[in-house]
Nanobody, 122 residues
């Protein structure tokens, strides 16, 4: 069973920066996982913010391209989301996700963290 724990959320002024962290435990093959960051604002559907493959290739949602950067440190079993030039519309609960798939020959279901609140307001 994989556990994901997010941290780093908080209140920040527009134009500011935050770095979210997602620490994974319970797996010896974290380096094989693709990892995602999602967010969900009140009254809205959960949306994919950023994705990173096991080899480090990244993709981003259109609303965050050029402002957010996803990265990973496999030695620390941790994935990060650096968020710059934050806007009020970035306000949401941010979730870390290890998507389901076959890793090392075995099927793994979706794993989610508990979420961390990011509020962008003056």
């Amino acid at each position: 069973q994989v556990q994901l724990v997010e941290s780093g959320g908080g209140l920040v002024q527009p134009g500011g920066s935050l770095r979210l962290s997602c620490a994974a435990s319970g797996s010896s093959i974290f380096s094989l996982y693709a990892m995602d960051w999602y967010r969900q604002a009140p009254g809205k559907q959960r949306e994919l913010v950023a994705h990173i493959t096991s080899s480090g290739r990244t993709t981003y949602g259109d609303s965050v391209k050029g402002r957010f950067t996803i990265s990973r440190d496999n030695a620390k079993n941790t994935v990060y989301l650096q968020m710059n030039s934050l806007k009020p519309e970035d306000t949401a609960v941010y979730y870390c996700n290890a998507p389901s798939g076959y890793y090392s020959g075995n099927y793994h279901p979706d794993y989610w963290g508990q979420g961390t609140q990011v509020t962008v307001s003056s």
